[in-house]
C-alpha cells in the first residue's frame, strides 16, 4: 500500500481545494455516534464536479473542561496545514467555511476498507505509523484512537479526527505504543528542522497559527518541535494516562 502525504502539493490540487471551499453543499447526513456534531455532506460546483466532505460545525461543539468551546474544527484545520508543512503523515484535505449549521471544518471524506484501523495495519506499515507516533507528539494530540488511522481504496493510510490537539499543556493520548523509548530516525529528525523552519519563514502556516490559536498554545508548538530534537526518542507512555477511550 502507499503511505505518506497524499496532498503536499497544494497547486497541483487547487480544483479540489476550490471545490471544498467554494462549492454548493447540496446534502447533508447526520453521523451517528459522534462526541461532537458531524455531518456527511455532497458538495458540487457550476461546473458539474463533486465530492463527499465531513462537516463539523461550531455550533456542533459540545463544552469540554480543557480546550475552549468553539476551537476543535480550527484545530482540525491546523492539524491538516502541519501535516502539509511537515510533508506527513496523509490528513484529508481540509478547509474552514461556512456550511448549513454555521462556520466549520470542510473535510474531504475518505471512502476506506471496511474495517481497517491501527491495530489492523500497524504490523505490515510501521515506518508509517513511526512517522503518525511522532506527529502526535508534536501536535499533542490528546484522542489518538485506532480508528482515526484508515486505510483508503485509494491505497492511502490516512488520519483523521484531529480536533483535541495544539493544547499547551501536555495531553498526548495514543494507542500507539510500539516506538515508546525508540531512537527517532534521522530522516524524520531532518523534517523537524525544516518545520520549525517553516514556524518563522513560511508565511501562510504563521498566519494561520496565530489566527486559530492563542500565542501560548503557537510557542507550545515550536517548544515540543525543539525538545524533540534535543532528545530524539519517542516518549515513555502511561497506559493509566495515555490511552483513549474507547481504543477504537
Not at 34 to 43: C, M, R, T
Not at 49 to 67: H, M, Q, S, T
Not at 114 to 128: R, V
Request: hydrophobic share 40%; proline share 6%.
Amino acid at each position: 500500500m502507499t503511505n505518506g502525504n497524499q496532498y503536499n502539493d497544494r497547486a497541483k490540487n487547487k480544483p479540489l481545494f476550490s471545490l471544498l471551499s467554494n462549492g454548493e453543499i447540496q446534502s447533508v447526513s447526520i453521523l451517528p455516534d459522534g462526541s461532537n456534531y458531524s455531518f456527511l455532506v455532497s458538495i458540487e460546483d457550476s461546473s458539474g464536479n463533486y465530492c463527499k466532505a465531513i462537516y463539523k460545525p461550531k455550533a456542533g461543539e459540545k463544552a469540554l473542561w480543557d480546550f475552549h468551546t468553539g476551537t476543535l474544527f480550527r484545530r482540525e484545520y491546523l492539524t491538516y496545514l502541519v501535516s502539509q508543512a511537515l510533508g506527513w503523515p496523509s490528513v484529508p484535505l481540509t478547509v474552514i467555511r461556512d456550511g448549513p449549521y454555521g462556520e466549520g471544518s470542510i473535510q474531504l471524506f475518505v471512502d476506506a476498507v471496511p474495517g481497517s484501523n491501527y491495530f489492523t495495519l500497524w504490523e505490515d506499515n510501521t515506518d508509517e505509523f513511526r512517522r503518525i507516533a511522532l506527529f502526535d507528539c508534536l501536535v499533542n494530540n490528546a484522542d489518538r484512537k485506532a480508528g482515526h488511522c484508515i486505510l483508503g481504496r485509494d491505497g492511502y493510510i490516512w488520519n483523521i479526527d484531529h480536533g483535541l490537539t495544539f493544547h499547551h499543556s501536555a495531553k498526548l493520548r495514543t494507542v500507539i505504543w510500539e516506538f515508546c523509548g525508540q531512537p527517532i530516525p534521522e530522516a524524520l529528525l531532518l523534517d523537524l528542522e525544516s518545520f520549525i523552519k517553516c514556524l518563522s519563514s513560511n508565511e501562510i502556516l504563521i498566519d494561520q497559527l496565530k489566527k486559530y490559536l492563542s500565542t501560548v498554545e503557537v510557542q507550545a508548538l515550536e517548544n515540543r518541535a525543539n525538545i524533540l530534537l534535543k532528545k530524539p526518542v519517542f516518549p515513555q507512555l502511561s497506559p493509566y494516562i495515555n490511552v483513549p477511550w474507547p481504543w477504537i
